[in-house]
């Protein structure tokens, strides 16, 4: 049974779909990689899953039912549900990292204790290896560290997806490899849902349950890793050895 | 049309600001805690000193080229008169509103827009904040709380300008100059001036927040709405002291 549903969506800007017609499952507990070429809409089909973007036509459908985009109950209904890791880590600035793990919880449970609060703060910073980090600020860490903090706060309400904007672009590959690994052992350790924007095949190597090609505004390709080998779509082949030469 | 869609954000944004304010006043919620003191201190505390120095030398300025010709008919001690009336019900909401939208106004752009550019603005979006309400309501709340005390600084600056200019080139005694100005001034025309400014701050904030919210993506962008953010402020400003100007005359 999928967590999410995709029906017949179109996707853009100003009207201009960038994507039409895609129909898709995320299945639950599983890591989704959405890959494509630059420009192939990866980014805006994930704008649009967690909301940031209504579709131009068709139906992201959570639990059986449609989201109304233009509804806030709806869209409060999802951001409480989904954690988001944005490309940047789009940490605030102007918050020390206590404060920006902290935020998602005094918004949607601001009944909980301070006690209780600084509790999960400091869980989620040792999941992610940040522990005694609290006092820091977003600019006084490296990339790697902003967006492990980044993971921190995208998890600390327990949402049961997590999207991911190219979360190891940017990053040294060893930084990168530990990040990979920090989503999948987060993954395996709570049963939770990834959705991974990502070009770069080591990290869909070492993530990814199940894939989402995007080419020419619609799906070329979904299905699992083992799926891949199978397919005799020239393009599909094309692309992954295509990737694999330029990430080697 | 592309103007009519900027006027239809702008108005948007002026209502959802209202919109947020009355329910944050009501419930305490969906604002970061401390918020308000923090923007308190980077509006009231950082803009004084540049406030109080532009609106003492306006005073002396003002009060130099009006003496030579006060003096011409003899009429040097309506100099307090002409002083306390022009910056207390004019230039000092003017000179205080301009300063606000240089000093506040380009500080909030640039730090939305910036937020924009880096996700930050969409990542309070997914995880259910609201950025109007989030990012504008404490400075709305830390603008309207620091006015009078700005505006009670800028008059007792200005006219000390003019007090110094009266007593050096006129020779009007310090008492005598502010005894006349409390003759001619009215409480309803300071609290007037603190009106007018608190206006006027309304219009930096909102203003500022909508070329921060509204730009479209681009780092190089920034610097751009930052600038147009003063030219609009001050504009707003310009607009709204004729409004009063016609109302109140």
């Known amino acids: 049974m999928e967590i999410i549903r995709v029906r017949g969506l179109s996707v853009g800007y100003g009207g201009t779909p960038v994507l039409e017609h895609l129909d898709f499952d995320i299945l639950p507990g599983r890591v989704t990689v959405i890959v494509g070429e630059s420009g192939s809409g990866k980014s805006t089909l994930l704008k649009t899953l967690i909301g940031l973007l209504p579709p131009l036509a068709g139906a992201v459908v959570l639990d059986g039912r449609p989201i109304d985009f233009n509804s806030e109950e709806d869209l409060r209904n999802l951001y409480a549900r989904i954690g988001v890791l944005f490309q940047n880590s789009a940490l605030l600035n102007s918050l020390s990292l206590y404060e920006n793990i902290a935020l998602p919880l005094r918004i949607h449970r601001p009944d909980q204790a301070p006690a209780e609060e600084a509790k999960r703060v400091a869980e989620m910073l040792g999941r992610v290896g940040l522990q005694g980090s609290e006092k820091k600020f977003p600019y006084e860490l490296s990339g790697g560290m902003r967006k492990r903090a980044a993971v921190a706060r995208a998890m600390v309400l327990d949402p049961e997806i997590v999207f991911c904007d190219e979360p190891s672009a940017g990053l040294d590959p060893i930084t990168a490899t530990g990040l990979d690994a920090l989503l999948k052992d987060l993954c395996k350790a709570h049963g939770m849902t990834f959705v991974v924007v990502t070009h770069e095949l080591r990290s869909i190597e070492r993530i990814a349950d199940r894939i989402l090609l995007l080419r020419d505004g619609a799906v070329r390709f979904h299905g699992g890793l083992g799926d891949l080998d199978k397919t005799k779509d020239p393009y599909v082949k094309a692309f992954f050895l295509r990737t694999a030469n330029h990430d080697h | ?249």
């Not at chain 2, 103007?3 to 944050?24: A, I, M, P, Q, W």
């Not at chain 2, 950082?46 to 006060?70: E, H, K, N, W, Y």
């Not at chain 2, 404490?138 to 003019?162: E, Q």
């Open chain 2, 1 to 249: 049309m592309k103007h009519f869609d900027n006027v239809e954000k702008f108005f948007t944004l002026f209502s959802d600001e209202l919109y947020h304010t009355g329910r944050y006043l009501r419930r305490r919620q969906g604002v970061m805690p401390g918020a308000v003191v923090q923007q308190m201190f980077a509006m009231g505390y950082r803009s004084f000193p540049i406030i109080t120095l532009i609106t003492f030398l306006v005073g002396v300025t003002i009060s130099l080229t009006s003496a030579s010709q006060l003096r011409l008919f003899g009429a040097d001690v309506y100099l307090a008169d002409l002083i306390g009336l022009a910056m207390i019900k004019e230039l000092v909401p003017l000179m205080t509103g301009i300063m606000m939208a240089g000093k506040i106004g380009a500080s909030i752009t640039a730090e939305i827009a910036t937020m924009k550019v880096m996700d930050e603005i969409d990542a309070l979006r997914t995880m259910g904040v609201v950025p109007e309400k989030f990012l504008m309501v404490p400075r709305l709340i830390a603008i309207t709380l620091c006015v009078p005390l700005l505006v009670v600084l800028a008059d007792v600056v200005g006219l000390a300008g003019g007090v110094l200019v009266g007593r050096l080139s006129l020779g009007i005694p310090p008492l005598v100059f502010l005894k006349e100005v409390f003759r001619v001034v009215a409480v309803s025309d300071f609290l007037l001036g603190i009106g007018k400014t608190m206006v006027f701050g309304w219009a930096v904030v909102v203003g500022s927040g909508y070329k921060g919210f509204f730009i479209s993506r681009g780092a190089e962008e920034v610097g751009t709405a930052t600038t147009d953010s003063v030219v609009l402020s001050i504009a707003l400003i310009i607009g709204l002291d004729c409004v009063f100007a016609f109302v109140l005359n």
